[in-house]
């Protein structure tokens, strides 16, 4: 007994359990079939389900799930990001809780916590991904600090040293305060800030004038190692080679003139902090200033500052201005809006440090990266990242791969004894031996100290399409060779340089190949008043709610509904109810057609041509669909599916072929329903996984193990365009004759007659429907028009339904005047398209070729009502 109505939480559980059991996700290297490869976008350990993730996983599931169905073997590689700073900073946050200080522990005793504490918490968002219905192959699931990915990190390191990309180096880093840890420029967010710009006055030495400068970080003049002017501003040329002195502290500085300085910012005088502004370190080399770091790790004030040691900078920002006013150097305090750097991770605001760090060159291994891209190697979509891409990649500077973290991939370069004299290499033991060679030394393994910082998070990940396969560790292994490269990578924007452009680069660097084809990059999810989606705005659903409220099959479905190829989504809880309703429709129409009994009858005409049309477009909607996916246009290949199955089928094909109240169906036209029925269930099951396996499951008898999603979709057949084009028509005068009845209260059960004012585009062939949808008892083709009838017009063609009563013919001019405005204003629209000289030049072929047949159709409709007009105005 087929139920009512449609369980979700039921159907999903039971499926994805069978999936599961039969091990239908699961991919093995088979030579015989053509590989369909994607690799998930590791989720932080950490994280949970957001609405972003609901969103990219769904589109990698449409095109996994639609590979197997093509006959691809298919594996999607799921996996977690260890998520260096996340991790570590919720390990010390839960350590904190129960009164421990990671300062307190050992760095062993630490990583036993956050082992412990990852494999509590960690991967839960894989358990919640299974609930939307991925299809991920979960026996291949990697984490990246797993062992397998540790050791190509370790060995990729190893080899990028030897190599000469790694270094390590004195330079400006941005600095995370509260992670304590050095973070990439990538790594860094800017926003735009309502801020403050303080006008300080310095004496010059000896005198009893001043030089006044203008800057928003009044804290940072205890670091001041000079005042530069431009060499070509006259406002200062009487002060070259004159010294002043840095307000509350006394240092005298020299005053020195660069070019970097901008005559307009402020009074045209710019304090120098070589220690904290990468600017004023650029400036302080280039001049050979001192520099005077003045800030502690953690964002407060160190020694060196000289005055309110300890103190956050902060505060110290709020605390220095009355001292400076009590001392005369505050001139005076203006608004300023400017942009400051956030930690991504932990939104402290960043701190330019000089740091010793580790870094990597990048010019060279972009090189091939950015060639890839410009020459279409690999396609980015939509096209228009491409000159980000562009600009990132020939702009790319070094990489400060080190972290102060314990956290992560612990950096394999070993020191030897009461020096800063290191070796690279896998293990102690190893480097002993390359410390005899390189330093004449002999020492024992257990004396050299390991770096004590790890590697950045995406030092691992962008090795993740080749790790995944072990095509580091095992370069020449069966399952790098078959899988690799991998075939699409769905992904957001914002990660297209910090992961993809790094990806393709160690891609180029360890296999000689890209690791990808194509680059879909979703947009952000935003609500529908374009606010991005946060729990701090309280604008962001809960998503695992959002499925048990809709069911996964409508949440997939209201997510892609509303996602233009490449574009931002807004989404609005409307979507997955709409989601929802269209799973209803569909176990409605499953319901209907198992409600038929069946007979070895004759097969009506009418059925047999309502099938005939069909079949025909159910091709022509499987071609569209798969040019819409060969374009990555996922919403509107799911919109061409959902009008094909609630329009086409469910309104047309099933009103159609249904049988009278009590009679049953032949067997023929029953049968070819259930086929057409699993075609369509094929060409949805990558958008809604559940309910088609539910119903795929109940249309037939299947052996255990059989399942939807490794049956093979059909190569559409060819339809022709003039049979569709004529049916249109055909459910137009249907459309039409309903109307009549509608508009004079004819019950349908009363049969009409129908006479058709023929010129040669009358669609005859589908008599038999029209007699079945509008309960017409005859039809008769006329040369005339008919009196005393009520009528109407489809494609120039004119029809006549004989009235049983008095014909206002007035009424029937106002409605011929009223649909003759309308064509005369759809033929304007079309022509001024047609009339845009750029449109008809960038338009494909085929879109012109349409609009220049609905200008003819709307030409030859109109001179048709004309004449009707006309002939109404004679008394005909």
């Known amino acids: 007994m087929i139920a009512t109505t449609y369980n979700p939480q039921e159907s999903e559980k039971k499926w994805y359990q069978y999936w599961m059991k039969h091990r239908l996700f699961h991919s093995e290297v088979d030579h015989s079939r053509e590989p369909y490869c994607i690799v998930i976008p ?17 589109i990698q599931d449409v095109l996994v799930r639609r590979a197997r169905l093509l006959g691809k073997n298919a594996c999607w590689v799921p996996g977690t990001d260890h998520a260096s700073i996340a991790t570590e900073a919720k390990v010390v946050a839960k350590l904190k809780s129960e009164g421990i200080e990671k300062r307190e522990l050992t760095r062993e005793e630490f990583l036993r916590h956050a082992w412990e504490w990852t494999e509590k918490h960690g991967g839960l968002i894989l358990q919640q991904l299974k609930k939307l219905g991925a299809s991920c192959d979960w026996d291949r699931t ?14 990729v390191f190893i ?40 006008y300080l006055r310095y004496q010059i030495t000896g005198t009893s004038d001043y030089i006044t400068i203008a800057t928003t970080r009044p804290e940072t003049i205890l670091g001041d190692t000079a005042v530069c002017v431009n060499p070509a501003d006259e406002r200062f040329k009487h002060l070259a ?49 001192e520099t005077i770091d003045i800030f502690n790790d953690d964002g407060t004030l160190s020694e060196a500052a000289g005055l309110f040691t300890g103190k956050d900078r902060f505060d110290v920002r709020k605390e220095i201005i009355p001292e400076l006013e009590k001392a005369g150097n505050l001139v005076k305090i203006e608004e300023y809006d400017n942009k400051v750097g956030y930690s991504e991770r932990t939104h402290v605001a960043i701190e330019p440090k000089l740091s010793m760090q580790w870094f990597m060159r990048m010019k060279e291994l972009a090189a091939p990266a950015l060639k890839a891209v410009l020459e279409d190697e690999i396609i980015l979509t939509p096209s228009k990242y491409k000159n980000t891409y562009r600009y990132w990649m020939e702009n790319v500077k070094d990489w400060c791969i080190g972290r102060q973290l314990w956290w992560g991939h612990r950096i394999p370069a070993w020191y030897l004894p009461e020096s800063n004299d290191y070796v690279v290499a896998e293990t102690a033991e190893k480097a002993a031996v390359l410390v005899k060679e390189q330093y004449g030394k002999e020492i024992p393994a257990a004396l050299l100290r390991q770096e004590e910082d790890c590697l950045d998070t995406w030092f691992s990940s962008w090795l993740w399409p080749i790790s995944v396969f072990d095509g580091i560790n095992r370069p020449d292994n069966e399952e790098i060779r078959y899988y690799y490269p991998t075939n699409d990578l769905v992904s957001g924007p914002d990660i297209l340089f910090f992961w993809i452009a790094r990806m393709i680069m160690a891609g180029y660097e360890y296999r000689r190949d890209k690791p990808f084809r194509n680059v879909y990059l ?30 996964a099959d409508g949440v997939r479905v209201g997510m892609l509904l509303c996602s233009p190829a490449g574009g931002d989504l807004l989404f609005d809880e409307s979507l997955p109810e709409q989601g929802r309703n269209f799973t209803t429709k569909i176990w409605n129409a499953f319901r209907l057609v198992q409600s038929w009994q069946v007979a ?50 469910s309104s047309w094909l099933l009103e159609l072929i249904k049988p009278g109240f009590g009679q049953p169906i032949d067997r023929i036209s029953y049968e070819k329903i259930i086929g057409l029925f699993e075609r ?197």
Not at 46 to 55: D, I, K, N, S
Not at 161 to 190: C, F, H
Not at 534 to 549: A, F, H, T, V
């Open 42 to 58: 590791p989720p932080n350990v950490t994280g949970v389900l957001h609405m972003g993730h609901m969103l990219n996983n769904t």
């Open 142 to 155: 990697a984490f990246t600090m797993d062992p397998i990915r540790s050791e190509s990190v370790i060995r």
């Open 159 to 198: 080899d990028l040293y030897q190599k000469g990309y790694i270094y390590k180096g004195v330079r400006m880093v941005n600095w995370d305060p509260s992670a304590l840890t050095a973070i990439s420029d990538e790594e860094v967010i800017y926003r735009e800030e309502k801020s403050k710009l303080y």
């Open 241 to 289: 080679g004159k010294t002043c002195i840095v307000p509350l502290i006394g240092r005298e500085v020299p005053i020195i003139r660069d070019e970097y300085v901008d005559m307009d910012f402020g009074t045209g005088a710019l304090k120098i902090t070589p220690a904290h502004d990468i600017n004023d370190y650029e400036i302080g080399y280039r001049h050979h200033l």
């Open 522 to 551: 979703t947009g952000i999810v935003r609500d529908k008043l374009r606010r991005k989606m946060s729990k701090s705005l309280g604008n962001s659903p809960e998503p695992l709610e959002l499925i048990e409220k809709y069911g």
């Open 600 to 649: 070895d009858t004759g097969q009506p005409e009418h059925t047999a041509l309502a099938l005939e049309w069909f079949e025909h477009e159910l091709n022509r909607i499987t071609e569209t669909l798969n040019e819409q996916f060969d374009q990555y246009r996922f919403s509107e290949a799911l919109m061409t599916i959902y009008m094909g199955f609630r329009d086409e089928f």
């Open 680 to 876: 369509l269930l094929q060409l949805l099951h990558p958008f809604m996984p559940f309910i088609t396996e539910e119903i795929w499951q109940n249309l037939k008898e299947r052996k255990e193990g059989e399942s939807i999603m490794v049956s093979r979709l059909e190569k559409p057949g060819a339809y022709d365009p003039e049979l569709l084009r004529d049916f249109g028509y055909v459910k137009e005068v249907i459309v039409g004759i309903r109307n009549i009845r509608k508009q004079h209260n004819i019950a349908f059960k009363e049969p009409l007659e129908l006479k058709v004012r023929e010129n040669g585009r009358f669609p005859a062939k589908f008599g038999s429907i029209l007699c079945k949808m509008g309960n017409i008892g005859n039809i008769e083709i006329v040369r005339e028009p008919v009196k005393g009838a009520w009528s109407f017009i489809t494609d120039t063609v004119e029809y006549f339904v004989p009235a049983t009563g008095l014909i206002d013919t007035g009424e029937v001019r106002e409605k011929l005047e009223e649909e003759l405005k309308y064509t005369r204003g759809f033929l304007k629209s079309v022509s001024a398209k047609l009339g845009n000289e750029r449109f008809v030049k960038s338009a494909p072929e085929q879109v012109v070729a349409n609009e220049k047949k609905k200008q003819a159709d709307a030409e030859a409709k109109i001179a048709a009502l004309e004449a009707r007009l006309a002939e109404l105005k004679t008394g005909i």
